[in-house]
């Protein structure tokens, strides 16, 4: 999909700007869509944008709260497609302390027993305050999410600095 950027833009951005740069022309296009209207939106994105589509889209969600955390880790989970294209996309942008975190939140989230299933979904943000024990497993690790989050944007934004064309269109 064509996401227009002049290069000067391109150019003045630090690395966890050109992060959101390359993804926020997307977003007027999939919120509040159905998922039909979403998955034709991501099945026009290149590899490289689907790698950094799947991060943003979980990302943007979860680093708002550690009940969100724990609630999109969960969703997603359920989704082994998403959940396997999420790691997949950490693996290739070199995030290796943010793929730690989500297969320690993916132990977590098995452990609880969680439905394993997107129909029988059943999670709630609240489940955290109503069990200490989960609490205690998903705090530290979403105190970690938070502060690998600038490292993991850098890595990103450098990868989209390397390979430039497979993620925009330089307008001249």
Known sequence: MEIKLSRKIFNSLEDSQLV??????????????????????????????????????????????LAEFYWWSAFYLVQPKIWSELKSALRHFKTDEMLGILLEMEKVTKAQNNPIELEKFDVSYNDLYHNPELYSFVSPLFKKFVDVTQTTLNLIGKAIRNNPTAFILFEE
């Open 20 to 65: 959101r740069a390359c993804f926020d022309p997307l977003i007027p296009l999939i919120r509040g869509k159905s998922n039909k209207v979403k998955e034709e939106v991501y099945n026009q994105l290149t590899t490289e944008q689907k790698k950094l589509f799947i991060f943003n889209a979980f990302y943007n969600h979860a680093c708002n709260s």
